[in-house]
């Protein structure tokens, strides 16, 4: 019987970090700071993050639903109803269907999640996790193919091949049960619990592959939960998913060349360069909400206030701060009006107009619109620990 269940498996423990555990505490905790600065942004912010985890995690095998199509799904949050929907319809193609139902079979899981801690998670939970994210997809069987899902059930067969080139045969089936047991152990007894812990469930779990089908969805989920319940997910504003889709060709080949070679840290390696990019993109759709909510109520704000004859002014004024994302110094903005054909007398007098009335805050030498200055704050501690580890923000260009 093995002692633990790298043992049992053939893996090398961790090693070789590419950060330090200081790096990653701090950017933690510069993450866990924006909600809090934040606040009446926040629901918006948790909102938006959960749409691009479910999608992420919907498209983890290469699905063709757009995420525009994804946000004009509606969510039917009863089970049978939602299955009965997508079998009745008679305009969506099969393909269509099953896209649309494993989005919403994953966004009703996310609706009820929780932050789970190792401790927490049993075998029958996961079970029970797998059903929820695939129940009624066998039913498209051209598109599921002959790896079907049997929602919620555990794999009864060692048919199952993990990736496409050099494929990799996970371990017998029959003992499945006893390395989750063996998994869910090992973690639930470590008196602490550190980002690369959750990193390291990820691929151990993965080569298992406890179910047919579907045992990425689980594993994103579960490590959502993780995150959440250990502090690395910003409230529920942070997750790894999109990274993984993004970065969908690096994320195959770390967690299979991991696989392969029966190390973890390849993968863990992979997802902690992740976890700070995912952090700078949280930064940015936050600062996106920022700028829109702005942007609606400057509108308001020269439909109500400014004279009919200068609100052409203003607009030019409004696209010019947001060209400079709602932060910037009297020359920025000069400039930038410069370019759209204004003089430095037009611009000026919007600029005072703007703080006289109080739509924008002047402060040690820039101006800048509400809660920018709260999230430029944190958004500099940030860049200054990529500067010192070499982390490109562009890496995250889709």
């Given at each position: 019987?093995?002692?633990?269940?790298?043992?049992?498996l053939?893996?090398?423990?961790?090693?070789?970090?590419?950060?330090?555990?200081?790096?990653?505490?701090q950017?933690?905790?510069?993450?866990?700071?924006?909600?809090?600065?934040?606040?009446?942004l926040?629901?918006?912010?948790?909102?938006?993050?959960?749409?691009e985890?479910?999608?992420?995690?919907?498209?983890?095998?290469?699905?063709?639903?757009?995420?525009?199509?994804?946000?004009?799904?509606?969510?039917?949050?009863?089970?049978?109803?939602?299955?009965?929907?997508?079998?009745?319809?008679?305009?969506?193609?099969?393909?269509?269907?099953?896209?649309?139902?494993?989005?919403?079979?994953?966004?009703?899981?996310?609706?009820?999640?929780s932050?789970?801690?190792?401790?927490?998670?049993?075998?029958g939970?996961?079970?029970?996790?797998?059903?929820?994210?695939?129940?009624?997809?066998?039913?498209?069987?051209?598109?599921?193919?002959?790896?079907?899902?049997?929602?919620?059930?555990?794999?009864?067969?060692?048919?199952?091949k993990?990736?496409?080139?050099?494929?990799?045969?996970?371990?017998d089936?029959?003992?499945?049960?006893e390395?989750?047991k063996?998994?869910?152990?090992e973690?639930?007894?470590?008196?602490q619990?550190?980002?690369?812990?959750?990193?390291?469930?990820?691929?151990?779990?993965?080569?298992?592959?406890p179910?047919?089908?579907?045992?990425?969805?689980?594993?994103?989920?579960?490590?959502?939960?993780?995150?959440?319940?250990?502090?690395?997910?910003?409230?529920?504003?942070l997750?790894?998913?999109?990274?993984?889709?993004i970065?969908?060709?690096?994320?195959?080949?770390?967690?299979?060349?991991?696989?392969?070679?029966?190390?973890?840290?390849?993968?863990?390696?992979?997802?902690?360069?992740?976890y700070?990019?995912?952090?700078?993109?949280?930064?940015?759709?936050?600062?996106?909400?920022?700028?829109?909510?702005?942007?609606?109520?400057?509108?308001?704000?020269?439909?109500?206030?400014?004279?009919?004859?200068?609100?052409?002014?203003?607009?030019?004024?409004?696209r010019?701060?947001?060209?400079?994302?709602?932060?910037?110094?009297?020359?920025?903005?000069?400039?930038?009006?410069?370019?759209?054909?204004?003089t430095?007398?037009?611009?000026?007098?919007?600029?005072?107009?703007l703080?006289?009335?109080?739509?924008?805050a002047?402060?040690?030498?820039r101006?800048?619109?509400?809660?920018?200055?709260?999230?430029?704050?944190?958004?500099?501690?940030?860049?200054?620990?990529?500067f010192?580890?070499?982390?490109?923000?562009?890496?995250?260009?889709?």
């Amino acid at each position: 019987m093995a002692k633990n269940i790298y043992e049992a498996l053939g893996f090398k423990p961790s090693s070789g970090a590419i950060y330090p555990d200081a790096v990653i505490q701090q950017a933690s905790a510069i993450f866990a700071s924006l909600p809090d600065k934040l606040s009446s942004l926040k629901a918006l912010a948790i909102s938006k993050a959960v749409f691009e985890e479910t999608y992420a995690i919907s498209t983890a095998e290469y699905s063709e639903l757009t995420e525009k199509e994804a946000e004009s799904v509606f969510l039917t949050p009863e089970t049978e109803a939602r299955l009965k929907k997508y079998q009745d319809d008679e305009v969506l193609t099969d393909r269509q269907k099953y896209e649309r139902l494993e989005f919403e079979n994953i966004e009703s899981v996310e609706n009820n999640i929780s932050p789970f801690g190792f401790k927490d998670i049993t075998v029958g939970f996961i079970k029970k996790l797998h059903y929820d994210l695939t129940i009624g997809l066998d039913r498209y069987t051209k598109t599921v193919g002959v790896s079907k899902y049997h929602s919620g059930s555990l794999r009864q067969s060692n048919s199952t091949k993990i990736g496409k080139i050099r494929p990799i045969t996970p371990p017998d089936h029959k003992r499945i049960m006893e390395f989750l047991k063996l998994l869910l152990k090992e973690f639930s007894n470590r008196k602490q619990i550190g980002l690369k812990d959750i990193l390291e469930f990820h691929v151990l779990f993965y080569t298992i592959h406890p179910f047919q089908n579907g045992n990425k969805r689980v594993v994103r989920l579960l490590e959502s939960m993780l995150l959440h319940h250990y502090g690395y997910g910003a409230e529920r504003t942070l997750s790894l998913a999109a990274y993984y889709d993004i970065k969908k060709d690096d994320s195959h080949f770390f967690l299979l060349h991991g696989l392969r070679k029966k190390e973890v840290t390849p993968f863990v390696n992979f997802a902690l360069r992740g976890y700070l990019l995912s952090g700078h993109a949280m930064f940015s759709y936050t600062s996106d909400l920022i700028l829109k909510q702005f942007t609606d109520n400057f509108r308001q704000f020269t439909e109500l206030t400014v004279k009919e004859t200068k609100r052409p002014d203003y607009k030019a004024a409004l696209r010019s701060i947001v060209s400079l994302e709602g932060l910037f110094t009297h020359g920025d903005f000069v400039a930038d009006m410069k370019k759209r054909g204004y003089t430095l007398g037009v611009s000026q007098m919007i600029l005072k107009d703007l703080r006289d009335k109080g739509i924008l805050a002047h402060q040690d030498g820039r101006y800048f619109i509400h809660r920018m200055d709260g999230l430029q704050e944190v958004m500099e501690k940030l860049l200054k620990l990529f500067f010192e580890y070499g982390i490109s923000v562009g890496e995250l260009d889709r």
